[in-house]
């Protein structure tokens, strides 16, 4: 018997960070009027943020299938496998519902718990590593949810958009709403607060609005785990990567991660973002 670790591409993981660590991801939709992509795997992000820039469709996104659920956990769950299927906030996407449902189907034959992990982007992806390290390491099934149940509330995700636009559109917008209407030269800094999007403040440029991330890093405690993701400008990232680096006194810089197609139809062009896991003092 073994543990396996599943998550979904609103994770925002690289394909080798999930290799590397054996964990499957389950991709959501994106939508272009008929014409439907599995994220990451049938358009990519570099290729979903030239469309979304330069076409005159916007996107729309849907959670993957039950029955997309039931083929991974039917795979996964051979041998007696158990498996944890860790997934973006269920008050931003229905893609928990979908997994549940699954998990009932098939709970005569595979064991699966689900975890929502009340984040997005790569806050979620970093839960979803410390699983698949735990397991790595040897640790037993109980311990490992006892881990990411409290790894889950010392989890957060902080991002500074370019404009308001996108997430207005794509109706994810939460308590960020609040912000519409004064963001005239000003950058929205938008974080994840109990699963909701919410306002985090504003900024005038991209230099402002990363002292801004930065600040919200140190306001939570010392960092344990962290990851910087961007949508299209990656120079953005190793920037801000290069700066908490020294600022925070980090051993090593933090990784980069493009963000995806799903989380780029409400983000879009020039995100810079920061998921992190504080230190359990």
Do not use: W
């Not at 308001?164 to 963001?183: F, P, Q």
Request: aromatic letters at 6%; one cysteine or more.
């Amino acid at each position: 018997m073994a543990i396996k670790i599943v998550t979904d591409s609103t994770c925002d993981l690289d394909k080798k960070t999930a290799q590397d660590l054996s964990i499957e991801i389950v991709p959501l939709n994106v939508h272009f009027e008929d014409k439907v992509y599995k994220d990451g795997i049938e358009i990519n992000s570099d290729d979903f943020f030239d469309r979304l820039i330069n076409g005159d469709i916007f996107p729309k996104t849907s959670q993957p299938s039950v029955g997309e659920f039931i083929d991974v956990y039917e795979k996964l769950g051979t041998d007696e496998n158990e498996i944890i299927s860790i997934h973006i906030s269920d008050q931003l996407s229905g893609t928990i519902n979908s997994a549940t449902q699954a998990a009932k189907h098939l709970e005569n034959k595979v064991k699966v718990h689900i975890i929502d992990s009340k984040q997005i982007s790569i806050s979620l992806g970093l839960l979803a590593i410390a699983a698949a390290n735990a397991v790595k390491e040897g640790k037993e099934i109980n311990e490992i949810l006892k881990l990411i149940e409290d790894l889950v509330e010392r989890s957060y995700v902080y991002t500074a958009l370019d404009t308001l636009e996108y997430l207005e559109k794509g109706g994810r917008i939460g308590k960020a709403k609040s912000l519409l209407g004064k963001m005239l030269n000003f950058k929205p800094i938008i974080g994840s607060s109990n699963g909701i999007i919410d306002a985090f403040g504003r900024g005038r440029s991209n230099t402002a609005c990363m002292i801004k991330l930065e600040e919200l890093i140190k306001s939570t405690g010392e960092v344990e785990t962290i990851g910087i993701v961007y949508s299209t400008d990656k120079s953005l990232a190793d920037k801000f990567a290069d700066q908490i680096t020294q600022n925070l006194k980090l051993d090593n810089p933090p990784k980069t991660y493009q963000i995806g197609p799903v989380i780029g139809v409400y983000g879009g062009p020039n995100v810079i973002g920061v998921g992190f896991i504080t230190k359990n003092l």
